[in-house]
């Protein structure tokens, strides 16, 4: 039967936690052992996904839901690694509910186990390639969205190298509502701008040469030193404008510095033409390219709940007209623990 827009999604989304819980088996003990709470989740809604669309009867363990799917599948066939997913299970249970953690072996078999299950019940439940099955459906910004599944196609075609400067594209298409005002800093800017931005910064020999020549500063130092204090520091702030902006997102940064390596580099041209550079040699592998993609699509999910979270109530007055409304008291402490509830007088903003 077709796919419906909502299955799709939810296949998408399959994939990303399949693929974040195969990035997560990358990463030094203790931490690579998350990977099994992730790929179980993955597996789990994938059955959940395969019975709601074969119509099969709900499953009230996970062991169960192999036999309720069997009667729905073609005669003979059966959900593959079935055994292999209820040894991911067990080793989930074992670390979730007792604190047993799994070995390497374990975690090298869960991530095998699960990609050959996804890539064999997604053919047979519905009917599609797994790899097909675009991470882009779960991006909410549509152009971000059409530049992800250029990416895929491309690296699916065999070009990385276009795929990678795609990603690239995306991930600059997606910051770029939240860069800062190139000039000066305004009211309305995006809370993820901090600050304004200077896109050519003066150095220090030119601020220098901003004041009298052999005039000292207060400090006794000449306006040499002044000018490289000032450029140190607005330099200092750039490179930690990222860094903020993705602990404010709850990005890991050290998966924000991966991205930047292995992406080519923007360089822009007036006139609007832009380079994509990188060193001699350059040929992202497959593996690069699937974490970039999981990386572009997590940072894209990241900005949805932050511009979820930003939407401003219907009673808050727009930016231009603070200072119209009166303001008005709700209340006043009283001696007691709890505040008393009391209409007052309106008050000036």
């Known amino acids: 039967m077709p796919l419906s827009p909502d299955t799709i999604r939810r296949l998408a989304f399959i994939r990303y936690l399949h693929t974040l819980g195969a990035e997560q088996s990358r990463l030094p003990e203790p931490m690579s052992f998350a990977c099994v709470l992730t790929l179980q989740d993955a597996v789990e809604s994938f059955l959940i996904l395969a019975t709601d669309h074969l119509g099969a009867a709900a499953s009230k363990t996970f062991d169960q839901y192999f036999e309720k799917l069997a009667p729905h599948l073609p005669d003979g066939v059966g959900i593959a690694v079935e055994q292999g997913m209820k040894r991911l299970n067990k080793a989930r249970v074992n670390l979730k509910h007792y604190g047993f953690p799994p070995g390497t072996e374990s975690v090298a078999m869960a991530v095998s186990d699960t990609a050959t299950f996804m890539a064999a019940n997604t053919m047979t439940v519905f009917g ?59 009211a309305d800017a995006s809370p993820l701008a901090f600050g304004p931005r200077f896109n050519w910064p003066l150095k220090a020999d030119k601020i220098a040469r901003l004041f009298p020549p052999g005039q000292r500063a207060v400090s006794g130092h000449d306006y040499k030193a002044l000018g490289e204090q000032i450029e140190g520091l607005t330099r200092a ?70 511009d979820a979270n930003m939407a401003e109530p219907a009673w808050l007055p727009p930016t231009d007209q603070w200072g119209q409304r009166e303001w008005v008291t709700l209340a006043q402490e009283s001696d007691g623990p709890d505040p008393v509830r009391e209409a007052g007088p309106a008050i000036a903003p």
């Not at 549509?142 to 991930?171: C, Q, Y």
């Not at 709850?250 to 006139?271: D, E, H, K, M, T």
């Not at 994509?276 to 990241?302: D, I, K, M, N, T």
């Open 237 to 306: 702030v750039e490179e930690l404008r990222p860094a903020v902006r993705m602990g404010a997102l709850g990005i890991n940064y050290s998966a924000y510095r991966r991205f930047q390596n292995l992406v080519p580099s923007a360089v822009r041209f007036f006139g609007g033409r832009t380079e994509y550079r990188a060193p001699e040699g350059y040929q992202p592998s497959a593996e690069e390219f699937a974490f970039c993609l999981q990386f572009v699509v997590s940072a894209s999910l990241r900005l949805a709940e932050l």
């Open 128 to 186: 599609i390639d797994y790899e097909s099955v675009s991470m882009a459906h779960v991006i909410v910004q549509e152009p971000v969205r059409e530049l992800v599944t250029k990416a895929e196609a491309a690296s699916a075609n065999g070009d990385r190298i276009a795929a990678m400067i795609r990603l690239a594209a995306a991930f600059e298409e997606l910051f770029d509502p939240h860069e800062p005002s190139r000039s000066r800093w305004n």
